[in-house]
């Protein structure tokens, strides 16, 4: 394609925005910068050689963590350590994910099925998953929602050494829901 003046125009294929690459050291354009210590303290504003020979002395980097402010404001730090630290918190917020296991039971369901269902639930909570209860009614077995919340309780009682309570029975349709979370140890 061209865009009328003849010269061809490649389309990037990736398709995400980018994002602007911070900028340290000799990248830093600006002639002057405001300039902030490592412990955080404001030096002023000083030419961008004085800043490299401050950060030489110091060995660290300067790096420009305002470009849109006039001056820009740079900061001395240890550019290596600091990516390092950041994709650490990075990796460590995805971690945090925590899966929803869900078991599903039927109002009128027979002991031994319960029992199995119940030590189900019972091993994924000891593994630390937040469990999701959920008593579907077919037909008009939703006319009785108290048979749905006393197999709740039931349930809540059979597991109440290792679970509690995050979400009380609540009707949703043509469900009853309840979510249960692992016990805290003392």
């Known amino acids: 394609m061209d865009g009328g003046n003849g010269i061809a125009r490649r389309r990037s294929h990736n398709s995400r925005a980018r994002v602007p690459e911070t900028r340290i050291n000799r990248r830093i354009n600006a002639k002057e910068v405001r300039l902030i210590d490592v412990e955080g303290e404001q030096l002023g504003i000083v030419s961008i050689e004085d800043a490299l020979r401050i950060s030489e002395e110091k060995g660290v980097d300067v790096v420009e963590v305002a470009s849109n402010a006039t001056p ?14 950041l994709k650490k918190q990075r990796s460590a917020k995805r971690q945090k994910d925590q899966t929803i296991k ?9 002991e031994h099925d319960l029992e199995v269902k119940v030590n189900r639930m019972r091993s994924f909570l000891e593994a630390g998953h937040k469990t999701r209860m959920r ?5 008009r077995e939703i ?3 108290e048979l749905g919340r006393e197999l709740a309780n039931d349930v809540r009682e059979k597991l109440s050494d290792v679970a509690s309570v995050d979400m009380e029975p609540k ?4 469900n009853l829901i309840m979510i249960l979370v692992p016990a805290k140890k003392q």
């Open 143 to 145: 006319v009785h929602p």
């Open 135 to 139: 008593i579907f009614f077919r037909g």
């Open 102 to 110: 869900e078991i599903k039971f039927r109002p009128n369901i027979g």
């Open 72 to 85: 820009p404001v740079c900061r001395l730090m240890d550019y290596g350590k600091f990516k390092y630290e």
């Open 171 to 174: 009707i949703e349709g043509k």
